[in-house]
């Protein structure tokens, strides 16, 4: 899987301590999908099983993610490299804006 490749070469050049950590999260999930894909009966049992693989602490938010990890999945699935990198880039987007989203201080908003 090129996508495998990619992050394991962006991870022997990462600095950040946090973003390094990412990547190995992300790599993991990705092997465990590798996993899958051997043992599953066909795509519906692929996309199900991959999609409670740890994308969000304890699945807890996973179901906002719902749609642009189903068509990672599926192209994942399917071997789709080509597929597979805007499908990912989106996931991998709102991954971290909800997953950040949870960790930022809210702003007081002015009263009307």
Known sequence: MRLIAELERQLAGEESLFRAQLLR??????RRLLELKRDAADEAMFVEQGSHVG????????????QPLAAF???????????????????H????????????TPVPRPQD
């Open 93 to 104: 987007r709102l991954r971290l804006e909800r997953l950040l989203g949870c960790l930022s």
């Open 55 to 66: 994308w969000t602490p304890g699945e807890a938010r996973t179901a906002e993610l719902q």
């Open 25 to 30: 999260e992300d790599l993991a999930r990705l």
């Open 73 to 91: 999945l599926r192209a994942a699935f399917a071997g789709d490299e080509d597929r597979m990198a805007p499908a990912w880039q989106e996931l």
